[in-house]
């Protein structure tokens, strides 16, 4: 099981901290919203997290566009592509997604990490946030984060 804290310092900015126990890693995570999403223009984000799932080791920095299609579509669906360099392969990788969401707390991402797909359905209370995850799509996993 994952751990996360977070804290936004800004309405764009967030920074904390990911555990990994079964990698007795603890990481430095950041997230900036560089550009906001627009009617006709998808969002920017870049940041660091730990490396892919699955690494024992390493550090990711990255860059995505994301855009809610809703409007477009009438379908509750937003696709991610970027790239990001992972520091224990020393790659660059296309990354993308899609996440659909059910309802205001309930939702789907289908993460695309470069190198395997993994399916998570995920469920938020408040400030609390349960993700379970089908790592490489066959292994189960479970993350929980606290947004304070």
Known sequence: MRTTLTYWLTSRFSAGVEYNPRAG??????????????????????????????????????????????????????????????????????????NVGFSESVTSLLIFDGVHVHPTFNVSLKSHNISFLLIRGRDPGLSYSVVF
């Open 25 to 98: 890693r603890v990481s430095p995570l950041a997230n900036l919203l560089a550009i906001r999403e627009t009617g006709n223009r998808p969002a920017l984000v870049v940041g660091t997290s730990s490396d892919r799932i699955g690494t024992p080791s390493g550090q990711a920095f990255y860059a995505t566009l994301s855009k809610n299609l809703k409007r477009e579509t009438g379908l509750p669906i937003a696709p991610y592509g970027g790239v990001v360099y992972g520091t224990y392969e020393g790659k660059v990788r296309p990354i993308g997604g899609l």
